[in-house]
């Protein structure tokens, strides 16, 4: 496993501008080891610099105001079943791989026949009908045995098993080299009445001049986002800029405060004073899609993260490598 974990700190200080590589007047460091497993044309030690440089950090709500916690594939997954859902039929009343059965290996090589009211609901058994969980195929979801359990996440006493999610790509934003995606997972969406869901990847990208300076922050915020350029509108800890979660829904933005998502009541709410995710301290380096690094191959699995709701915003989403803002450059502005 391509993880890093480094001594987190207990204390973090916070200022209002980055002072990244290169500031002291040195060179920023090269890649010992021109590795590049993942075929982007940037080395994998040098991708996993950045994160260890630049991952964020990410300011959680308060205990007593969010109960869900950030999590880890590797405690997900051996507490989950997949299964595999029929509109208009009924799901199979056996699992495709049963709790305990699940690993990062066989997640994403499952198929599965689907069902048609026209074939009298039994599986239409044809190739053409056949869904593969290595494609994105929706009908795939996961789905907690223990829902108490699960949906809490990792309590805050041990977040030094909260893991983050990385990969590094080539960056076309203006003065920027590479972007840095970090995604961050949660084994559920507490978000407003009965508008919440099992599982939740998000996220922020950070785009990163050449020679090592940062100069630009997507926070995402469920289906959009929005960037700062600006760095002196930012805080930092060290060369680590902040993000925050917002209580249960967990988007990302750049401050504390309350904000409204364009219905009446609706809002989003971060906090300072609750829980400081340092990322840098335990992340994965995913690699690209086709060229998945180290034992991650849970990434290639293109169902859902979560039983499938009534409706789309009430169902598990799809892995970081099946949403639509893996690719960086969707959320560079429009010209």
Known sequence: MRTLVLVAVMGCTTSTSPMPGGDDGTEPPDATTPVDEDGDGIADQLEDHLMATFGPALRLAPDDIDQTRPASVDWFLPQVKLRFDHPDCPDDGSNLLDVGAITVANLAAQEHHTKSVTNFCRHDNDDAHLKLASNKELGFFLQAENAAVVHAGIPASQSDQWRAYMQVRPSSYPGA?????????????????????????????????????????????????????????LSFVDTHVVGYSADGSHATYDHAGTFNLGVVGVDDHTYDGGPVWQTWTNFVNLGDVGHILGDQSWAAYGGRWGEVGEFEDTS?????????EWKTASEYPTP
């Open 316 to 324: 598990g989403p799809p892995g970081p490598m099946f949403h639509g």
């Open 177 to 233: 080299a590479y972007d840095l995606q970090v995604w961050f997972f949660y084994a559920y969406n507490d978000f407003i009445a009965s508008a919440n869901h099992e599982a939740d990847w998000e996220h922020m990208t950070l785009s990163i001049s050449a020679d090592e300076h940062l100069v630009s922050v997507f926070f995402a915020t469920h289906h959009a986002g929005f960037r700062v350029d600006d760095m002196a509108k």
